[in-house]
């Protein structure tokens, strides 16, 4: 009997499927290692790029942060000054609330005196219509066609004789007919109509033309321009044409007229001669009421400030059209600090033959 072959649990093929099994567990982690290796390098570079990003975008942040504070140190700077300005403005605010304050009394007593100066000019407006009605009616008695009665002795104005057949009086209606000193001219050049028209040295003017009026001879003509920068008839329907002085109506009416005229603007004396050539027949005697040298020529002046001998020049380019066919008597009213004024119109006087007289106040 043939004996037995003994048993054995671990064979060889036993072993090699233990090893092979075991292979392919070891092979099956490594691969599944070797993917989540990739898997983590790629998650690596997301994040490295991620990282690059924010650090770029910390950059930008950076300079950004830079310019805000910049920014904000400017606005600081700013609202300090603004706020400066503001205590600045708050002060000079009570200031002139403080000046209104003492200006609105002011204002307030001189628009009662405006307003008492414009009762008191239509009072003598009511006045002097009830006197024209009156002159109408009867003349005064004597030769003369109108009466006129003033204040000073004139005995002394006999230099200044009306004469003519045919008078024309030139007045200045300029804004330095209303006082002799120009900062009392700019003043009042700043006032309403109403006390530019009852400046001191105006009413001395119109009462020239007046006592002129009261002068005239029987039958003889008159007419009145008044002249500035332009020249014209007062009466501006009557421009180019002569008035017959026997006529209260004219008279009074031209004298009306001439109370009305608000003083203003520069002065042109060679648009005054030029006008003189726009009355047919020409006059036989021309009165000059002005008060200093012109301040324009023919046409406005390129700048507004003009000296003495600018105005020398522009009287004697004026006098260029004055012939001694234009005898001219010239009653001047000085502007103080005018030198040159009073010995150029003696000139003129001279050349055409005429008069010149310069005025006391209390004329006439």
Excluded at 145 to 170: H, N, P, Q, T
Excluded at 279 to 290: G, R, S, V
Aim: proline share 4%; aromatic share 6%; glycine share 6%.
């Amino acid at each position: 009997m043939r004996k037995r072959r003994a048993f054995e649990v671990f064979t060889l093929s036993f072993l090699d499927c233990i090893c092979c099994g075991f292979g392919a567990v070891v092979l099956f982690y490594t691969i599944v290692q070797a993917q989540a290796g990739a898997q983590e390098v790629l998650h690596i570079d997301q994040l490295t790029g991620e990282v690059s990003k924010l650090e770029e975008e910390v950059k930008v942040g950076t300079r950004n942060l830079v310019v805000l504070r910049n920014s904000l140190e400017k606005t600081d700077q700013d609202a300090a000054a603004a706020k400066a300005r503001a205590i600045r403005v708050a002060a000079e605010l009570k200031k002139r609330k403080e000046q209104t304050s003492v200006d609105d009394g002011d204002t307030i007593a001189k628009r009662e005196h405006i307003n008492k100066l414009i009762a008191d000019i239509k009072s003598l407006e009511e006045g002097n219509k009830r006197l024209q009605g009156g002159a109408l009616d009867k003349g005064p008695a004597g030769d003369r066609i109108k009466a006129f009665r003033g204040r000073g002795d004139r005995r002394y104005i006999s230099a200044l004789r009306i004469k003519g057949k045919r008078v024309l009086v030139l007045l200045d209606t300029s804004a330095s007919m209303m006082e002799d000193d120009v900062v009392k001219v700019i003043r009042l050049r700043n006032q309403p109509e109403a006390a530019r028209k009852l400046a001191p040295k105006w009413r001395r003017a119109i009462d020239m033309v007046e006592w002129v009026s009261a002068q005239l001879p029987a039958n003889s003509q008159f007419q009145v321009y008044g002249f500035n920068v332009k020249a014209r008839a007062v009466v501006a329907d009557t421009h180019g044409k002569w008035l017959d002085s026997n006529d209260p109506r004219a008279i009074n009416n031209v004298l009306a007229a001439t109370r009305n005229i608000v003083p203003g603007d520069g002065t042109s004396l060679v648009n005054a001669f030029i006008s003189v050539r726009t009355i047919n027949p020409q006059p036989d005697q021309i009165i000059l009421i002005t008060d200093g040298l012109p301040t324009q020529g023919s046409v406005p002046p390129s700048r507004k400030f003009i000296n003495v001998r600018d105005r020398e020049k522009l009287f004697d380019d004026a006098t260029k059209t004055v012939t001694r066919d234009m005898p001219m008597d010239v009653v001047l009213l000085p502007m103080k600090g005018d030198l040159l004024a009073a010995h150029a119109y003696w000139r003129l006087a001279r050349k055409t033959g005429g008069s010149y007289v310069i005025p006391s106040r209390d004329w006439p």
